[in-house]
Structures are given as C-alpha cells and as structure tokens.
C-alpha cells in the first residue's frame, strides 16, 4: 500500500456506520502541516482520494503556493479503506477482509469532524478542497456542516456518483472479482491476476481519448501504451490490498450528498443547502466525472462557480505535476477562495 509511517492516529472508537454496520476500533491517520493562527481562520483540509493518502496531497501545498503551511493550517486526512485509516487490511478482527462494513462518505466526514473538534480544536475551516473522491467529501462536508465551512473546491469530483460512473466501478470490480483466487475476499493469497486486469481497465478510463492518441505517455515516461498499462497493472497488483481496493470503491459507487433522513434522495434541495462559497472545477475531458454534472450542480449551488479546464490529460489532470497549467489554475482557483470575505 503506498504510504509511510509518518503519520498521527485518532482513536474513535467503535464508529455506527450510516448503512447499519459498524465500524469497531476505528482509526483516522492523519497528518497536519503549519499551525493554527490566533484567530483559528486558517485552517484548510484536504481529504484523500482513490488509492491516494496524505504523502500523494503533499503535490497540493507547499512555500509560495495558494496552499502554504507558512499561512495555512493544512490537515491531511486519509479516508477508510486506505489502509493507513481503518481497512480491510487492518481493521478489528470481527472487520477485517471480506466482513468489513459498507462505509459511505458521510462516515468519512463525520469522523473527520470528530478529528478535527476533539482533538486539533478547530471550529472553522477556510477550504475544504481536493480531487476526486476527495473533492466528493468537499461537497459532504458543505451539506454536512454548513456553519462550519467556509470555501469549497472538488475538482474533477461530483456531488453524486452518476450512473455511468457506477457502471465504470462495476466494470473495474468485475475484473477483479473474476480472478478465482478472489474466493469472495475470503483469500489467502494476493488475487493477482484481478489486481492486475483492475489496474488495466482504470487505466483506460484514468485518461482521455485524446492523451492516448496524441502519446502523451511519452510524458510519463512510457514508450508505448503497453508500457502504461503495465505499470498501472504491476502497481495495482503489488501495492494495493483488494478489499482495501473494493471498499473504497464501495464509498464511491454510494456518493451522494443527499441519501439519508435529512434529503431522502432531493438532490437539488441538497445542492441548494450549501452556503459555502465553491468553484467547481471539472476537466472538459474526465471520463468519470464530465463537465455536464458540474453545470447541473452549479444550477443549484447560491455561491457556486463553475470553471472548466480543457486538458487531454482528463481525470488524471488533477494528479500533480501531470499538468503543471493545471497546476496553476488550480492555485489561483484556490487563492480567489482563500483570499474571499
């Protein structure tokens, strides 16, 4: 599992999960970067995305970037499933492997909010920002603790997981799961064949059409797509546990911002409680996460901004240093936030 041991634990307990399960001795890691000021304004959290933990959000901050621990109290969260938080890999006997629980984001978030009030002793945050599933927490966390945010910012991410994106999980699953040694996630052994042939399909939807043809590649140091495919397969198949792999998958699929008691599945109505100012920040050419849902979010968001950003790369345009314009674009999407009333 990419990673490193550099990191703070917070206890929580036994955690009631939103889908009825329950979490047992769960565990947030977690890193922080800079220090809270007197005034306790300066806080910004970059939850984890897909396969990511708080090492791969250090691409986000840095001296004399929007994000600057010298200015901004940066808390990095990593999500369950990670396997740095509570996993399959890691969790309680009575959790671990094939018995863990469904866990959505909206567990995410309230344990991050748990973290954040008991034990770093924050009461505001200025951003919530990050990419992917971890932008998808951004619009949790707006819906879920309205007083409390600021800012938000999901780039390549979206409110809900739409039905095409459910339709990409379940191929990726499938690919996986077909591997017999997979044995219902009851394996003794590593399934790595289905490791391997889920790195391959993801690899095909991570970029766009056009970063394929125009051999764009070549920029990430493979001569060919082979070349590609292969190494997303090696990584997949010796760096990630599956369940880890399938139960993140799992809050993915389930993404919405409006199932539970308080909406019961009115999207808009959802949409329309966020009081935080947001940009939005899709690429034109994410094969998960397109433009169009963005538009339909923004529609019904009152201090929402749409900012579409055109690059081949697609959904993988939010990893960085892929794109350094990205980059850019992204941090001065981020200071207009940050530099805000």
Known sequence: MNGRDDHEV???GDVEL????????????????????ET???????????TGTHLRNEGYFGPGRA?????????SVNMFGNGLSTSPSNAHAGNRGAQFPEVALQDNVACQHRLLTERLGVRRIRLVAGWSMAG??????AVRFPDMVDTILPFCASARTSPHNQVFLDGVKSALTADPDWRSGTYEEPPVAGLRAFGVVYAGWAYSQTFFRDGLYRRLGFASPEALLEEWAREHSEDWDANDLLAMLGSWRLADISSGERFQGDFERALASIRARAILLPCAQDLYFPPEDNEIEARHMPNAELRVFESPWGHCVGSPGNDPEFDAFLDSCIRDLLDSG
């Open 10 to 12: 917070f206890e929580l």
């Open 18 to 37: 939103v889908g009825g399960g329950c979490l047992r001795g769960a565990r947030l890691a977690y890193m922080t970067y800079g220090a809270l000021n």
């Open 40 to 50: 306790r304004d300066n806080v910004v959290l970059l939850p984890t995305f897909y």
């Open 67 to 75: 994000i600057d621990p010298a200015r901004h109290f940066v808390v």
């Open 136 to 141: 998808c927490q951004a619009y949790h966390w």
